[in-house]
C-alpha cells in the first residue's frame, strides 16, 4: 500500500508561480514513478508530469513543457511541481499520482485557480 498526500494548491494570478509537494507514504520502495495529473472542469484527467525512481527521467505534457518542472527528495520521500508563468487554462484539481506494478495510487486533489 502506498499514500500520497497533496499540498501547495491556491489562487494565484495569470503568470505567477505556485509549488506543489506531494508527501508518499508506506512502501516507497514498489513506486516505480510518480506523477502529477490535472482535472478541469468538464473535462477528462490528463497527464501533467512524471518522474520516474530509478533515473529520474522526466516526461511533460506539451502544454505546460518550458513551464513546469517536476523534482523528488528522496530522503522526504516527496515529490514537487514547481509551475511557472501560470495561465488561467492551468486552473484544475491537481492530483498527485504514485505508480507501481500493479496499481496506481491517487491523491486526494489541490485546487489551483489561476485568475485576475
Known amino acids: 500500500q502506498v499514500q500520497v498526500v497533496e499540498s501547495g494548491g491556491g489562487l494565484v494570478q495569470p503568470g505567477g508561480s505556485l509549488r506543489l509537494s506531494c508527501a508518499a507514504s508506506?512502501?516507497?520502495?514498489?513506486?516505480?514513478?510518480m506523477g502529477w495529473y490535472r482535472q478541469a472542469p468538464g473535462k477528462q484527467r490528463e497527464l501533467v508530469a512524471t518522474i520516474r525512481s530509478t533515473g529520474g527521467s522526466t516526461n511533460y505534457a506539451d502544454s505546460v513543457k518550458g513551464r513546469f518542472t517536476i523534482s523528488r527528495d528522496n530522503v522526504k520521500n516527496t515529490v514537487y511541481l514547481q509551475m511557472n508563468s501560470l495561465k488561467p487554462e492551468d486552473t484544475a484539481v491537481y492530483y498527485c499520482?504514485?505508480?507501481?506494478?500493479?496499481?496506481?495510487?491517487w491523491g486526494q486533489g489541490t485546487q489551483v485557480t489561476v485568475s485576475s
Open positions: 499520482s504514485a505508480h507501481t506494478i500493479a496499481i496506481v495510487y
Open positions: 508506506g512502501s516507497i520502495s514498489s513506486i516505480a514513478a
